[in-house]
């Protein structure tokens, strides 16, 4: 189990840096946080090529609510996807200075296992590039 809750990263983004990474791990909360980020804001993966599918092990039960992101690529599900990502909901989202909003990406080889039951609510966003990009 991992909790994030009242953390404020905006002290200034650092060039291709990620704000919060999740990485095949279950029963995660992200709460009420401030993220500034060069790169991605918060993203989630689930295990890098050989060594992700040696592991198999997603991403899964991720609750992100009440985040206020402040720059960076996207709230991004990717690029690591081997062990896939299930049971996801990302709601209550202020978000501005975004090259996305919703980043999916991945590439041939990256993930062989499902991405399901993602949820989106509440999400806003200014000045925001691409409110949705998927790249794969």
Same mark, same amino acid.
């Given at each position: ?15 291709? !840096? ?9 029963? #995660?909360? /992200?709460? *009420? @946080? =401030? $993220?500034? %980020? +060069? ?11 050989? !060594? ?9 039960? #991720?609750? /992100?609510? *009440? @985040? =206020? $992101?402040? %720059? +960076? ?64």
């Amino acid at each position: 189990n991992i909790s994030l809750l009242n953390h404020d990263t905006s002290h200034g983004p650092s060039f291709n !840096a990620d704000g919060v990474d999740i990485d095949s791990s279950r029963e #995660v909360h /992200i709460y *009420n @946080v =401030t $993220i500034a %980020s +060069g790169d991605d804001p918060i993203a989630l993966k689930s295990g890098i090529d050989d !060594a992700g599918w040696l592991l198999r092990r997603p991403t899964e039960n #991720v609750l /992100i609510e *009440n @985040v =206020t $992101i402040l %720059s +960076g690529h996207g709230i991004t599900l990717g690029s690591e996807m081997s062990g896939g990502l299930r049971n996801i909901t990302i709601r209550n989202i202020d978000a501005r200075n975004l090259a996305s909003g919703v980043y999916l990406k991945s590439r041939r080889g990256r993930g062989d296992h499902p991405v399901e039951d993602i949820l989106y609510e509440n999400l806003t966003f200014r000045d925001v590039g691409l409110p949705v990009h998927i790249n794969m």
